[in-house]
């Protein structure tokens, strides 16, 4: 089943809410982490943040045929690295998950299904969904 402009939008948003919650991790815990860590997870916010927007006007019509509802699943997943990345302390999971949620954004952008498959099932591994 292919993406609606609705659908499309609440991941989108969700994407875009990940990088909010990313943002704020780096206000709270900037005195806390080293400045290469911090650069780190600061480039993987500005490509989190880059590619959320581009997925409103990329993603439409895209169809994810080995998801059975793609847009509650990438929605889900998103939902629940949120809540991971602001129950965390460990910076080098925060990385990981950051960087996974700019590879998933990044594989809608681009429209390859096997790719989004791939950063879902990622993400589940690593937050352990």
């Given amino acids: 089943m292919a993406l609606t402009k609705e659908e499309v939008r609440a991941i989108a948003d969700a994407l875009l809410e990940a990088a909010e919650k990313v943002d704020a991790y780096l206000d709270a815990n900037f005195q806390k982490i080293s400045r290469e860590e911090y650069d780190s997870v600061n480039e993987s916010f500005k490509t989190l943040v880059r590619k959320s927007v581009l ?75």
């Avoid at 998801?67 to 460990?90: G, H």
């Fill in 55 to 129: 997925v409103t006007t990329e993603a439409v019509g895209l169809a994810i045929d080995d998801l059975a509802n793609p847009a509650n699943e990438l929605k889900v997943v998103i939902d629940e690295v949120k809540k991971e990345i602001t129950k965390l302390q460990t910076i080098g999971l925060i990385i990981s998950l950051v960087a996974g949620l700019a590879d998933l954004a990044a594989s809608i952008v681009a429209r390859n299904p096997d790719a989004i498959i791939a950063s879902v099932i990622n993400l589940k591994n690593k937050i352990g969904i």
